[in-house]
């Protein structure tokens, strides 16, 4: 891929630092042509940023501080690699609050802003105060990008009408989630202690209230009159976890909590499953809520049919042929929808198919890098 314009990614959340933001980053990253790529990232641990920063193949500028902050020190360092680098494009990888510096960006030599949202803007535009910011923002920035038609209905209006909109979720490895071949599946299911007829519903996320972990736990007693050796499998690890044990002492034969597992453990017990389930529902009046959820499209990917929540852009990862949506905190309709899905394996089959076909037409990581080379390379408006 030639590259004629060259990015400079401003951004807090950046490798070696886990989560979601610095996930999405690192992953779009690797869609482009290295040689047009420079990252101006915070540092939490200075040896640790170091030791990762050698293995990319793209410079990584480091802010010396845990924090980076739209202060006019931030900005000003920001606006020398600008001008050194001869930087074309400023990516602000989170565009709260770090797109505060789009106007330094233009001033000191870039002829195109574009800053990414990832669902905490919503909580944003509600509040006064931060909605002024994010006005500000968008007067200054070209593009500004979004994970879900949710979170754009949402927050638009707080942005106002100067950026133009562009959908950038986070893309699929549809090479490394994939269906499980029958040997495969077998394999993990039986170091799992099940067999190959156990019915298993797989949820794999942190465990907070929002991704409706306890819903399935309150469910599995319908579940388990029906199909009595049904299995619940709980992957992640959060803060919720003791209430979410304390919640399934009567289910406890059917439920396992198999906390945070390594990448390939975690896809090969996905894989495994009869089912995907994350009812996830929105709490606290709006703010915490499903930006998207990537997790409804890596379990499509493996060919497992999906069960999500109606928070946020959770509905928008399935189609009626790939999964079923149901409002997470009604566990009699989530108990129904588990038990017709474990009772009809040529509907799951041909959910799972269908989920696999969906995920490679719409959201591999060609199909969004593509989209991001095509924000990033061309000419402003």
Request: proline share 6%.
């Amino acid at each position: 891929m030639s590259a004629s314009r060259k990015t400079l990614v401003v951004t807090n959340d950046f490798p070696p630092r886990i989560g979601g933001i610095q996930s999405y980053l690192r992953d779009f990253i690797a869609t482009q042509d290295p040689e047009s790529i420079v990252v101006f990232a915070s540092t939490q641990n200075a040896e640790e940023a170091h030791a990762y920063d050698k293995t990319l193949d793209y410079e990584v500028i480091r802010w010396p501080r845990s924090v980076m902050l739209p202060t006019p020190t931030t900005a000003h360092a920001m606006a020398e690699i600008i001008r050194e680098r001869e930087i074309d494009n400023v990516w602000f990888g989170a565009a709260a609050p770090l797109a505060l510096m789009a106007g330094t960006a233009k001033q000191a030599g870039a002829s195109k802003v574009i800053a990414s949202t990832h669902g905490h803007e919503v909580g944003w535009s509600m509040l006064p105060g931060s909605r002024q910011s994010l006005r500000k923002i968008g007067t200054e920035v070209d593009v500004l990008t979004y994970i879900s038609q949710y979170t754009l209905r949402r927050f638009k209006s707080a942005f106002g009408s100067h950026p133009t909109f562009e959908h950038l979720p986070s893309g699929v490895d549809v090479k490394r989630f994939t269906p499980a071949t029958p040997e495969d599946k077998s394999a993990t299911r039986k170091k799992l202690g099940f067999t190959d007829t156990t019915p298993v519903i797989a949820c794999n996320s942190r465990l907070v209230p929002r991704k409706g972990q306890d819903s399935l736990i309150k469910a599995m007693p319908q579940v388990i009159a029906a199909r009595p050796d049904a299995q619940l499998l709980i992957v992640g690890s959060g803060r919720y976890e003791s209430t979410l044990r304390r919640l399934a002492t009567d289910v406890s034969q059917n439920v396992k909590f198999l906390g945070r597992l390594e990448y390939q453990d975690m896809i090969n017990t996905l894989a495994a499953a009869d089912i995907f389930a994350m009812p996830a529902r929105t709490r606290g009046g709006g703010l915490d809520v499903e930006g998207l959820g990537i997790v409804y499209l890596e379990a499509q990917a493996c060919g497992v049919p999906v069960i999500a929540g109606t928070s946020g852009g959770a509905p928008e990862t399935v189609t009626p042929a790939t999964g079923l949506v149901v409002e997470g905190s009604d566990v009699d309709k989530l108990s129904e929808l588990l038990i017709e899905l474990l009772d009809d394996p040529i509907r799951r089959a041909a959910m799972g198919a269908a989920g696999r076909a969906h995920v490679e037409a719409e959201w591999s990581w060609e199909i969004m890098g593509e989209r991001l080379t095509n924000i990033l390379q061309s000419e402003p408006r």
